[in-house]
């Protein structure tokens, strides 16, 4: 009687932890499918301060007319763009906006290597920052073989893609219908990082006056 009690309470335990198992693997499973991330945003942006996303450590408040505390589509894609911890591609038609600036240097200063293509007219239109990033030591191309370097994607850290029909200008985020996407699925991000790969190397200022 004892040695079918003992089989049975084994038979039982050993049942349960099979079962205990199984439901971790499907719950780690679904941690792991959340780690990859997934958004959307849609533009024009609603108005307010950021400056605590440059500043996230200052304990002086901001007293600027803007509205605090608000997460917008404008604060989420500087914090994506600012989780950069070693690079930034970016291959961007039109950039204006200052606020972008502002967190492109700021990753340069942070020594997160950045690389920039850019449209050869529009990098030098009135208000354009792309000067300003030249000038802090960053590393830009203009496309010199495309009629129109038209993309507006970026490439954090060789994982995210943030990509959509958003030029990195004041007037698209606040004031125009725009998307933006981004995404860590490696089958959408490696195709960028290619297509970003061909375009640095398409437009290497040295090789191209080479072939003149
Ligand atoms: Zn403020």
Same mark, same amino acid.
């Given at each position: 009687?004892?040695?079918?009690? +003992? ?108 690389? $920039? ?45 943030? +990509?959509?029909?958003?030029?990195? +200008?004041?007037?698209? $985020? ?14 959408? $991000? ?15 200022? +040295? ?6």
């Amino acid at each position: 009687m004892s040695v079918l009690w +003992t089989v049975k309470v084994v038979g039982l335990g050993a049942a349960a932890l099979t079962l205990s198992l199984e439901l971790l693997g499907r719950l780690f499973g679904r941690l792991k499918q959340r780690r990859t991330l997934n958004e959307v945003l849609f533009f024009p942006s609603d108005m307010a301060c950021v400056e605590h996303i440059f500043t996230p450590t200052t304990t002086h408040s901001c007293f600027c007319p803007l509205p605090h505390g608000v997460e917008t589509s404008f604060s989420r894609l500087l914090r994506h763009i600012l989780s950069a911890s070693s690079s930034l591609d970016l291959c961007i038609f039109s950039f204006s906006n200052m606020d972008l600036c502002r967190a492109v240097l700021l990753l340069h200063s942070k020594g997160v290597t950045v690389r $920039v293509v850019s449209d050869k007219n529009y990098s030098a239109i009135t208000g354009s920052q792309i000067g300003v990033l030249r000038k802090a030591g960053i590393c830009v191309r203009c496309d010199v073989v495309s009629v129109c370097m038209h993309h507006k994607f970026a490439v954090v850290d060789s994982r995210l893609l943030i +990509t959509g029909s958003l030029n990195w +200008t004041l007037t698209a $985020v606040q004031s125009n219908a725009e998307n933006v996407l981004l995404t860590e699925e490696p089958d959408l $991000v490696q195709p960028f990082i290619k297509e970003f790969h061909r375009l640095w190397v398409l437009n290497d200022p +040295t090789q191209y006056y080479q072939n003149q």
